[in-house]
């Protein structure tokens, strides 16, 4: 098995950690894993993005033109990064902010109401595990411990007591991710 | 392979084994993309967890001054930069070469020339694979292609140093320095204690002792004979290199009709081209270089006498390939494909190159 | 005759008046006759003989007259490129905070190509000793304007003289690193008299007593002649060197126990 996932959105929208706690959550369950954010002036403020690998045999490539999965969290990265699923791949995005919807025919795309929940629960700051959770409902290929065990990994000691909102926020994920056209 | 599982940074990777390699000293200035070296060594606290020195200097010039002067001791010192500071430290790596000291030198390469990019490159090759600064000299050139190797190969890189009395650079980019990977972190090595360099490194600047002559820590011979003489000394041992640490991998390369010569990034890249092509029943192979000086020549020779093409990947204009042409047979044709100014080939671009080069030319 | 003695007489240890140094070599020196250079060298390495320091010294030969300086000193030497003398000693002595740790350099190498070298070292207070060799021009090479050269001086490359429209002022580099918090001890010495060498030998040795202390920098400027470069006898030199470098480089301590004791 080998996942190939783009992660895109604004700077602080918690696209880079998205990444980082996913790749842990595959160490966690002894995959191989990378992890490739696009880095330079595009980092302060602009677009952010990261490819995320999970798979059971050695990487090749870090970096990548073509997805099976891109989670898409604003419109600049949906014009840029909805052409690069590859067919019979997933497009799952946050409509929030969103002008233009996917129109793709051919591949699987959900949407996740991920910032209005946010808003919703009171915690914007998970507004990215609330899209982890829909994209984990999708394509179960990580299990919920494991995220768990990649948390605990990925977060600062002083942060651990934030886990079970996490966690929670991940489940109400699963729970709102909506179907938009499956192939 | 060592036991403690991480998620890190190439450029994290690398901080960690210099610690863990037991270095005395690292001396930079920061310099996009590989400033987290600095940081993570600042932040890690290396003078309470081994006595390791770390400091930041007032220019690439001054850091690999410091090198010089912590090398003449016998210590394991090391810088990090990028390109353009790269080019700053030319003459103090040729001070260093001339003087035959160890160090480790880390180049995260960037797109050029002048301040070029910030992101990815591979054309400071021609630059430290074939000295670099002024005289006659090599640098023994290491090209890491994933966040292990960017941990790995510290340790080794300083056991050639000191093994050869010669710098050593590791030549990466931001991609590899900025992409993280699964880690195995290996122990703790101690630092050498001033009496073991003593016994160990005769010739370290460590103060006169009554029962030995002054040590001499220099470049300088105004006598030309002599300076020949030092230089067929430096000439012989870069030989010596030449002929024992020559290292490389080779991916399908017993099947394969087309050959992809490629380091660092680029083997990546290169990597998925080649599953890609197999798939569409390209048998592509890969060579990776990962010793760039010395440069695998003779495997290269034998590959080149049963392939149908060679291709080399880079990201700059075609720098490798030339090494590559030197050696490989004649009667194959050998070409490049790179990309330059920050920009990454891509591994579809790669196979179509192969496909319009060696399948439908 | 009871008041000459015989040449086997004079090798008789209780004749002696004078002995060399072990710490420095045999080898002849190859500065020209009545240059500074010599003598300063062999202050500083008096010094560090009768501080008993030898095996815990390492010195670093500058780009200039004095790149052979690890030909007359006997001490661990190590040979910088031209500029980076204080980068390598930063290093050396961080490595080894123990030891004793000197730069000798010129004009040209400290004050014009190894500004930034010299004020970042200084002011990092790092804890080793600056002699500064301060001589007005680019012996070596063949008598240059150097940062330090007059106005009005007369060099190769400043043929009609100094003249500070185009060719900036005369820089003053031992009261600049004076003003630095990281400067411990600061001082203008000469070596032209048997007694001006006398203080000069007594502030190399508070320098390299007070890096025992790990205090900061301490830094020694010698302004010394150079009679080939101004095409002047040694005698002339000397007299030239007090008449004209003394009054815009004025001799004694400029900064002492980290405090200035100088306007500057």
Request: glycine letters at 10%; one cysteine or more; aromatic letters at 8%.
């Amino acid at each position: 098995m080998t996942e190939e996932i783009i992660i895109a959105g604004f700077g602080g929208q918690g696209v880079l950690s998205m990444g980082k706690i996913l790749a842990y959550s595959g160490i966690m369950q002894d995959q191989e894993v990378s992890w490739m954010p696009s880095y330079g002036p595009e980092m302060r403020g602009g677009t952010a993005n990261v490819t995320v690998i999970l798979s059971d045999d050695r990487i090749s490539s870090p970096i990548l033109t073509h997805f099976d999965t891109a989670i898409i969290l604003n419109q600049q990265s949906m014009d840029k990064f909805e052409k690069s699923v590859k067919p019979g791949g997933l497009l799952i995005y946050d409509p929030n902010g969103i002008t233009r919807h996917p129109e793709r025919k051919d591949i699987n795309i959900y949407k996740v109401e991920a910032s209005k929940e946010a808003a919703a629960m009171g915690f914007r700051k998970i507004f990215n595990m609330i899209v982890l959770g829909g994209y984990l409902k999708v394509k179960p290929l990580v299990k919920m411990e494991n995220v768990i065990k990649g948390l605990k990994k990925s977060l600062p000691e002083r942060y651990h007591h934030l886990i079970p909102d996490n966690e929670k926020a991940i489940t109400r994920g699963m729970e709102i991710v909506e179907a938009v056209h499956t192939v | 392979m060592g036991k403690e599982l991480r998620l890190m940074k190439g450029n994290e990777a690398f901080a960690e084994a210099v610690i863990r390699a037991g270095a005395d000293g690292y001396f930079g200035y920061p310099i996009t993309p590989q400033s987290e070296v600095m940081e993570y060594l600042m932040a890690e606290k290396p003078h309470e967890r081994t006595g390791m020195v770390v400091l930041q200097a007032e220019s690439e010039v001054a850091s690999i001054n410091m090198l010089y002067g912590g090398a003449a001791c016998g210590k394991k010192v090391l810088t990090s930069s990028s390109s353009p500071g790269i080019s700053l430290m030319q003459e103090g790596i040729s001070y260093l070469a001339g003087s035959e000291l160890p160090c480790l030198i880390m180049d995260a390469m960037r797109g050029g020339p002048g301040l070029g990019t910030i992101q990815p490159g591979q054309a400071d090759y021609f630059q430290l694979t074939k000295g670099g600064g002024h005289g006659d000299y090599n640098l023994i050139v290491i090209a890491p292609s994933s966040v292990q190797e960017m941990y790995d190969y510290v340790e080794i890189s300083f056991d050639l140093a000191f093994k050869y009395r010669n710098p050593v650079v590791v030549l990466t980019d931001g991609a590899i320095g900025q992409m993280m990977e699964k880690v195995y972190i290996g122990d703790q090595k101690p630092r050498l204690t001033e009496e073991e360099i003593r016994e160990k490194y005769p010739w370290a600047t460590l103060g006169k002792t009554p029962d030995r002559e002054r040590n001499i820590i220099t470049s300088l011979d105004l006598d030309p004979y002599r300076q020949e003489r030092h230089n067929l000394h430096l000439q012989k041992k870069f030989k010596e290199i030449e002929e024992n640490e020559v290292r490389y991998e080779e991916l399908n390369c017993e099947d394969a009709d087309f050959i992809i010569v490629a380091y660092g990034t680029s083997a990546r890249i290169s990597q998925k081209a080649m599953d890609i092509g197999r798939e569409k029943g390209l048998k592509i192979g890969i060579f990776r270089p990962i010793t760039l000086w010395p440069f695998p020549k003779k495997e290269i020779r034998a590959l080149s006498e049963k392939v149908k093409g060679i291709l080399t990947v880079e990201m700059s204009a075609g720098q490798m390939v030339e090494d590559v042409r030197l050696h490989a047979s004649e009667k194959i044709p050998v070409e490049h494909y790179g990309r330059m100014g920050g920009v990454i080939p891509t591994p579809n671009e790669i196979v179509e190159v192969i496909e319009n080069l060696f399948v439908k030319g | 005759m009871s008041d000459t003695i015989t040449k086997e007489q004079i090798f008789k240890p209780e004749n002696i008046v004078y002995k060399k140094t072990d710490l420095m070599t045999d080898n002849v020196l190859s500065y020209c006759p009545g240059c500074g250079h010599g003598t300063t060298h062999r202050i500083l390495m008096e010094v560090i003989d009768e501080m008993g320091l030898q095996s815990e010294t390492i010195g670093i030969a500058p780009v200039g007259c004095s790149v052979l300086a690890y030909d007359f000193m006997n001490v661990d030497m190590q040979q910088a490129a031209h500029g980076r003398a204080p980068a390598l000693a930063t290093a050396i002595k961080r490595l080894l905070p123990n030891k004793t740790v000197f730069s000798y350099q010129g004009d040209g190498d400290l004050a014009a190509i190894g500004t930034a070298e010299t004020i970042h070292a200084c002011n990092r207070g790092e804890n080793f000793t600056t002699i500064f060799i301060n001589n007005g021009i680019y012996g070596m090479t063949g008598g240059q304007m150097a940062p330090t050269t007059l106005e009005g001086m007369k060099s190769s490359t400043s043929p009609y003289g100094r003249e500070w429209h185009a060719m900036g002022h005369p820089l003053k580099m031992t009261e600049l690193v004076a003003r630095l918090p990281g400067t411990y001890y600061v001082t203008r010495q000469a070596v032209h008299t048997p007694a001006a060498v006398r203080k000069a030998k007594k502030a190399i040795r508070k320098a390299i007593e007070l890096q025992q202390q790990k205090v900061g920098m301490t830094f020694v400027e010698v302004v010394s002649n150079c009679n080939s470069g101004w095409k002047m006898t040694p005698v002339n030199a000397n007299k030239w060197m007090v008449e004209n470098m003394f009054p815009f480089y004025p001799l004694g301590d400029i900064k002492v126990d980290g405090k200035l004791v100088k306007e500057v």
